[in-house]
């Protein structure tokens, strides 16, 4: 049920907020420069294009509906928006360095670190499944750099750990 709402919600702010006010909402450099917390919790919900949307949809589908029902619905809301606000917090981080040492302005938008934390969660719970969601996360996180598309890899990176981490730790 719960992901059913998490695609809705995605879709509703793809829908209803425009782009040029991503800045507000991705998480980016005002987070720290204009105290701007929310984006914490905002740049979750955001996307880039529609491919992005559609793309990150397909993947909380196929993992949400498994793991929903797995560990119950109120487990995997909170392991979904702790998983994914955790990771915000350690991508900001590569954001803030990025700034400072780069003078690179990075503005993360989408839900792939939050999903990530479910396919990291799902990794630990089935194991004959790490070593082919190891490689797709992998994959999905660095052949897009390859072929010169700007994506999170981080993100996809803190998310996988921190879900492989809450279900070590759940054990």
């Known amino acids: 049920m719960f992901v059913f ?38 740049s979750m919900f955001l996307h880039a294009n529609l491919t992005h949307l559609i793309l990150n949809m397909i993947v909380l589908f196929q993992f949400g509906l498994i793991l929903e029902r797995k560990i119950k619905s109120l487990n995997f809301i909170l392991l979904y928006l702790l998983g994914g606000i955790i990771s915000s917090i350690l991508s900001l981080f590569y954001i803030y360095f990025a700034y400072i040492y780069f003078n690179q302005i990075i503005n993360l938008v989408g839900a792939s670190s939050a999903i990530c934390v479910l396919m990291g969660f799902y990794a630990f719970l089935d194991k004959h499944s790490t070593k ?36 070590k730790i759940k054990k």
């Open 132 to 167: 082919g969601l190891v490689i797709a996360l992998l994959l999905m996180s660095f052949v897009p750099l390859l072929m010169g598309v700007n994506i999170a890899w981080y993100g996809h990176i803190f998310g996988f750990i921190c879900g492989y981490m809450f279900a």
């Open 5 to 42: 709402i998490l695609i809705f919600i995605n879709i509703l702010f793809f829908l209803l907020i425009p782009y040029s006010s991503y800045d507000l909402f991705g998480l980016n450099i005002l987070f720290f420069k204009k105290d701007f917390y929310w984006q914490i919790l905002s």
